[in-house]
């Protein structure tokens, strides 16, 4: 085009003005097509484009964008750890359930069967023995799964660092989320690092 | 002097093996036998002196040789009483103490796993505390400890 | 067929595995399996200092911590020829009882919710964190105290102490009547309790079984009273005692040594409160880490001329006769130290009275053995 239209005249010519397949209707960035033409390229633009929404629109759904917070806010509020004591800090573990500290107030519910839980607290040293059973254990559980070392020895072998029988941190078996400090941490501690692990899995997919 | 007591009492059934009978801090005494007549040696303290109830075995690497003592009680005297006997040569062994007390058992296959002194004729030496392919007597002089090596560590990108 | 109970079972309470070989319901042999949690204390004992083995030593027993320094402080002291003045000993009885109150309670509180009641185990962690804040309040810790020391204690109990230990005994001594009444008065309890889990006197003595399952196969025999270390022999109280040998037996027993331990704590306050003196020895050499020892080369001449030796030391620990042996060879370090575990041989003793009852008798039966894995396997 020459010159731009003026702007009075409007593109799109009144359905009764002329029969529709003689009308040349000029486009905007291209050449002039007919405007049954411009239907049917509106109709093949649309499909790809729906399909383009419709599968992304899958997509997030499957990789939880779409719902993953509704996933993450019920997740979070019902973490079920796998009743598994290891060492001392399996002690203060029993202790955060008990009357004082009442973990359960946070959803939070031990379960005997690795199939039951997405959460592994491992509370206690880690030996070379019980290594490849910590590891099926953690495989045993279903995803989304989250594990809190809890204590030293976890974390990073503690005072028994230097033993012959000993993994030095857990964190060289599964991967770790949360590390809780002390030895053996208070069950104060342990509450803390189960609200940061809820923090963590609200902010998951951001 | 309970030392000179408790070496008449065992002269009759186990007088050859009894090296020395001395103090011990802790303990009424301590009995050094000879290894070879072990069992007599149990055998003279459990029926002739009465020490039924055994406490203890444990083994020392004493680089040059090993040592291997045990403790054990009487219920009649309400006393303590050490045993040890000295193991010399590149396997050291001994008789098993499991005929005289059944709860030598476990510490046997401690004492085997840990530092290495083999106990002949016990019912059921294996592993105890180590998984059944580790191949060292980690108690021994020999075995050093160190910083573990690095490991790689195993991230999760939230 | 051969079952694995463990080492992730809720029965197991801690790291270890019950191999049960069953025909139909009926357990025909057992293997325990042991060892998850082995550390290696008494290697690294070798290359630590005489008081830093006491923090391996809270960790070796978790519920019993104080119990198993005095029983390493016993024969340390021993093997180094020092002596911890009187009020330390007094101190140590102390808590000696106050960690076998705990232990107990913690053992009563995991025990009863194996076999199904709830509410014990509410019960039991409210009243042992009450029995925890007293040993927090002198030594900061809630289960590593790390509280004694070659030649003594690390500090006295603060003022106030005793009154409050006063309260807490006299809340327990009402507690345990509900404990007992929760316990015995229960139907569910006393069918899967009684007669179950059977080791008569002959067979503990063989198999070296001490602690509660002996005394309640009908034998007295308490190191406490047989052979009195630190200052049991100045103190009364009684040996708990029962015959059925069963697994209700082991629960009478314990109950009935918690009250006993509640008279010996209320002793022990009395005397603290009128007999005020030093906590820790005087003339320790400077590499014992003590805080006014001399200054200079005085601690390391004293290193060199130590005499060397070697230590036993028996301590009536919350599970049975614990019992230390160090040898000393004149170094900073142990040459070596060796720890005879009571649970260990107890649980040694487990195809003796586990054979012939059935699968769902494991829980109460094992329950009754008090198992703590971390003495089990150091």
Same mark, same amino acid.
């Given at each position: 085009?020459?010159?731009?239209?003026?702007?009075?005249? +409007?593109?799109?010519?009144?359905?009764?003005?002329?029969? $529709?397949?003689?009308?040349?209707?000029?486009?905007?960035?291209?050449?002039?097509?007919?405007?049954?033409?411009?239907?049917?390229?509106?109709?093949?633009?649309?499909?790809?484009? %729906?399909?383009?929404? $419709?599968?992304?629109?899958?997509?997030?759904?499957?990789?939880?964008?779409?719902?993953?917070?509704?996933?993450?806010?019920?997740?979070?509020?019902?973490?079920?750890?796998?009743?598994?004591?290891?060492?001392?800090?399996?002690?203060?573990?029993?202790?955060?359930?008990?009357?004082?500290?009442?973990?359960?107030?946070?959803?939070?519910?031990?379960?005997?069967?690795? @199939?039951?839980?997405?959460?592994?607290?491992?509370?206690?040293?880690?030996?070379?023995?019980?290594?490849?059973?910590?590891?099926?254990?953690?495989?045993?559980?279903?995803?989304?799964?989250?594990?809190?070392?809890?204590?030293?020895?976890?974390?990073?072998?503690?005072?028994?660092?230097?033993?012959?029988?000993?993994? !030095?941190? #857990?964190?060289?078996?599964?991967?770790?989320?949360?590390?809780?400090?002390?030895?053996?941490?208070?069950?104060?501690?342990?509450?803390?690092?189960? $609200?940061?692990?809820?923090?963590?899995?609200?902010?998951?997919?951001? | /002097?309970?030392?000179?007591?408790?070496?008449?009492?065992?002269?009759?059934?186990?007088?050859?093996?009894?090296?020395?009978?001395? !103090?011990?801090?802790?303990?009424?005494?301590?009995?050094?036998?000879?290894?070879?007549?072990?069992?007599? #040696?149990?055998?003279?303290?459990?029926?002739?002196?009465?020490?039924?109830?055994?406490?203890?075995?444990?083994?020392?690497?004493?680089?040059?040789?090993?040592?291997?003592?045990?403790?054990?009680?009487?219920?009649?005297?309400?006393?303590?009483?050490?045993?040890?006997?000295?193991?010399?040569?590149?396997?050291?062994?001994?008789? +098993?103490?499991?005929?005289?007390?059944?709860?030598?058992?476990?510490?046997?296959?401690?004492?085997?796993?840990?530092?290495?002194? %083999?106990?002949?004729?016990? !019912?059921?030496?294996?592993?105890? =505390?180590?998984?059944?392919?580790?191949?060292?007597?980690?108690?021994?002089? *020999?075995?050093?400890?160190?910083?573990?090596?690095?490991?790689?560590?195993? *991230?999760?990108?939230? | 067929?051969?079952?694995?109970?463990?080492?992730?079972?809720?029965?197991?309470?801690?790291?270890?595995?019950?191999?049960?070989?069953?025909?139909?319901?009926?357990?025909?042999?057992?293997?325990?399996?042991?060892?998850?949690?082995?550390?290696?204390?008494?290697?690294?004992?070798?290359?630590?200092?005489?008081?830093?083995?006491?923090?391996?030593?809270?960790?070796?027993?978790?519920?019993?911590?104080?119990?198993?320094?005095?029983?390493?402080?016993?024969?340390?002291?021993?093997?180094?020829?020092?002596?911890?003045?009187?009020?330390?000993?007094?101190?140590?009885?102390?808590?000696?009882?106050?960690?076998?109150?705990?232990?107990?309670? /913690?053992?009563?509180? %995991?025990?009863?919710?194996?076999?199904? =009641?709830?509410?014990?185990? =509410?019960?039991? /962690?409210?009243?042992?964190? =009450?029995?925890?804040?007293?040993?927090?309040?002198?030594?900061?810790?809630?289960?590593?105290?790390?509280?004694?020391?070659?030649?003594?204690?690390?500090?006295?109990?603060?003022?106030?102490?005793?009154?409050?230990?006063?309260?807490? /005994?006299?809340?327990?001594?009402?507690?345990?009547?509900?404990?007992?009444?929760?316990?015995?008065?229960?139907?569910?309890?006393?069918?899967?309790?009684?007669?179950?889990?059977?080791?008569?006197?002959?067979?503990? #003595?063989?198999?070296?079984?001490?602690?509660?399952?002996?005394?309640?196969?009908?034998?007295?025999?308490?190191? @406490?009273?047989?052979?009195?270390?630190?200052?049991?022999?100045?103190?009364?109280?009684?040996?708990?005692?029962?015959?059925?040998?069963?697994?209700?037996?082991?629960?009478?027993?314990?109950?009935?040594?918690?009250?006993? +331990?509640?008279?010996?704590?209320?002793?022990?306050?009395?005397?603290?409160?009128?007999?005020?003196?030093?906590?820790?020895?005087?003339?320790?050499?400077?590499?014992?880490?003590?805080?006014?020892?001399?200054?200079?080369?005085?601690?390391?001449?004293?290193?060199?001329?130590?005499?060397?030796?070697?230590?036993?030391?028996?301590?009536?620990?919350?599970?049975?006769?614990?019992?230390?042996?160090?040898?000393?060879?004149?170094?900073?370090?142990?040459?070596?130290?060796?720890?005879?575990?009571?649970?260990?041989?107890? $649980?040694? %003793?487990?195809?003796?009275?586990?054979?012939?009852?059935?699968?769902?008798?494991?829980?109460?039966?094992?329950?009754? #053995?008090?198992?703590?894995?971390?003495?089990?396997?150091?």
């Amino acid at each position: 085009m020459s010159s731009p239209a003026p702007a009075v005249a +409007s593109p799109v010519p009144p359905k009764s003005a002329a029969p $529709l397949l003689e009308t040349e209707i000029p486009l905007v960035n291209g050449p002039a097509v007919p405007y049954v033409e411009i239907e049917t390229l509106r109709a093949r633009e649309f499909i790809p484009q %729906a399909k383009e929404a $419709l599968s992304s629109l899958l997509r997030e759904q499957m990789e939880g964008k779409l719902l993953r917070p509704v996933f993450n806010w019920a997740g979070r509020n019902s973490l079920f750890p796998l009743h598994w004591g290891l060492a001392c800090c399996a002690i203060e573990f029993a202790a955060a359930f008990g009357a004082r500290w009442d973990a359960e107030r946070f959803g939070v519910v031990p379960r005997s069967s690795p @199939r039951q839980c997405d959460l592994l607290i491992v509370n206690g040293t880690v030996t070379w023995k019980v290594a490849h059973k910590l590891i099926t254990l953690y495989e045993q559980m279903p995803e989304p799964k989250w594990v809190i070392a809890m204590g030293n020895c976890a974390t990073g072998g503690g005072p028994f660092r230097t033993a012959y029988s000993v993994v !030095p941190g #857990v964190d060289k078996l599964v991967p770790v989320d949360i590390y809780i400090a002390g030895c053996p941490p208070r069950p104060e501690a342990l509450l803390d690092g189960i $609200l940061q692990l809820e923090e963590l899995i609200r902010r998951r997919g951001e | /002097m309970a030392t000179d007591d408790l070496a008449t009492q065992l002269a009759p059934r186990a007088g050859a093996n009894i090296l020395a009978v001395e !103090p011990f801090q802790g303990l009424t005494a301590r009995v050094r036998f000879r290894p070879e007549g072990a069992l007599d #040696v149990f055998r003279a303290v459990h029926d002739d002196l009465g020490y039924d109830h055994l406490s203890m075995v444990g083994a020392i690497d004493w680089v040059d040789h090993r040592e291997v003592f045990y403790i054990v009680w009487s219920d009649v005297t309400k006393q303590y009483l050490g045993l040890s006997a000295d193991l010399t040569g590149d396997a050291p062994h001994i008789e +098993s103490a499991t005929p005289v007390w059944p709860s030598a058992n476990w510490h046997e296959r401690e004492a085997w796993e840990l530092v290495g002194v %083999a106990f002949d004729h016990h !019912p059921d030496m294996r592993h105890l =505390l180590m998984p059944d392919d580790y191949a060292f007597h980690p108690l021994l002089r *020999s075995f050093k400890l160190h910083e573990p090596e690095e490991l790689e560590v195993k *991230s999760r990108s939230v | 067929m051969w079952v694995n109970m463990g080492p992730q079972h809720p029965m197991t309470h801690g790291l270890w595995n019950l191999r049960v070989k069953i025909d139909g319901e009926l357990i025909v042999d057992v293997d325990p399996e042991v060892g998850y949690l082995h550390r290696g204390i008494e290697k690294i004992s070798e290359d630590r200092h005489y008081n830093e083995i006491i923090t391996l030593m809270d960790r070796c027993c978790y519920v019993a911590g104080i119990a198993w320094e005095h029983v390493y402080i016993g024969a340390a002291e021993n093997a180094l020829h020092i002596t911890a003045p009187e009020r330390a000993q007094w101190l140590r009885v102390m808590c000696d009882e106050l960690q076998r109150l705990a232990s107990h309670i /913690m053992w009563y509180a %995991a025990f009863v919710q194996d076999l199904g =009641l709830m509410s014990p185990f =509410l019960y039991g /962690m409210r009243d042992r964190d =009450l029995i925890l804040d007293l040993f927090q309040s002198f030594t900061g810790g809630r289960l590593t105290y790390e509280y004694n020391r070659v030649g003594g204690v690390r500090n006295d109990v603060p003022s106030g102490f005793t009154d409050r230990c006063r309260k807490v /005994m006299d809340w327990l001594m009402d507690r345990f009547v509900e404990y007992d009444r929760l316990c015995l008065g229960s139907e569910i309890f006393r069918r899967r309790c009684d007669g179950l889990g059977v080791l008569k006197a002959k067979e503990c #003595v063989d198999l070296g079984v001490t602690g509660p399952m002996l005394r309640s196969a009908g034998v007295a025999r308490d190191l @406490r009273k047989d052979r009195p270390y630190a200052v049991y022999d100045r103190v009364e109280f009684d040996v708990a005692k029962a015959d059925a040998a069963d697994v209700t037996a082991r629960y009478l027993v314990r109950m009935e040594e918690m009250r006993q +331990s509640v008279r010996i704590v209320r002793q022990t306050l009395d005397w603290l409160d009128h007999h005020p003196g030093p906590v820790l020895a005087d003339h320790l050499p400077r590499w014992l880490g003590a805080p006014y020892a001399p200054m200079g080369n005085e601690g390391y001449l004293l290193k060199r001329n130590f005499p060397r030796g070697t230590g036993f030391a028996a301590v009536e620990e919350p599970h049975g006769e614990a019992q230390a042996y160090v040898v000393n060879t004149g170094g900073e370090h142990p040459y070596r130290t060796k720890f005879r575990s009571p649970v260990f041989v107890n $649980l040694s %003793a487990a195809k003796h009275y586990m054979i012939g009852y059935r699968v769902a008798d494991i829980p109460p039966i094992m329950g009754s #053995v008090d198992i703590c894995v971390g003495e089990v396997d150091r």
